[in-house]
């Protein structure tokens, strides 16, 4: 249960920083804040990998997480 918690929290900080990094004009919620964050978290870690900055099955850290959650968050203005 605390692992689910724990998630939320960092999708939470890592979702805030990509809209507050990434300016523009965004209307989703919390609940849609914390799910770019914790995406985002997959997606920078899947983009480190094929950069060759993470090693294979290494998780990412802050800034990959930022990053992929940038990354989400601009997909999803595009659509």
């Known amino acids: 249960m605390s692992h689910w918690i ?6 939470l900080i890592c979702g805030i920083c990509a809209r ?8 989703i919620g919390w609940i849609m804040t914390i799910l770019v964050g914790i995406v985002g978290a997959y997606v920078g870690t899947a983009l480190g990998s ?15 997480s930022i ?11 595009l659509i």
């Open 50 to 64: 094929a950069l060759g900055m993470l090693k294979a099955g290494q998780a990412a850290g802050w800034l990959w």
């Open 20 to 27: 507050i990094l990434l300016p523009g004009s965004d209307s």
């Open 6 to 11: 724990y998630s939320a929290i960092v999708g």
């Open 67 to 77: 990053i992929g959650a940038m990354v989400v968050l601009f997909a999803i203005r």
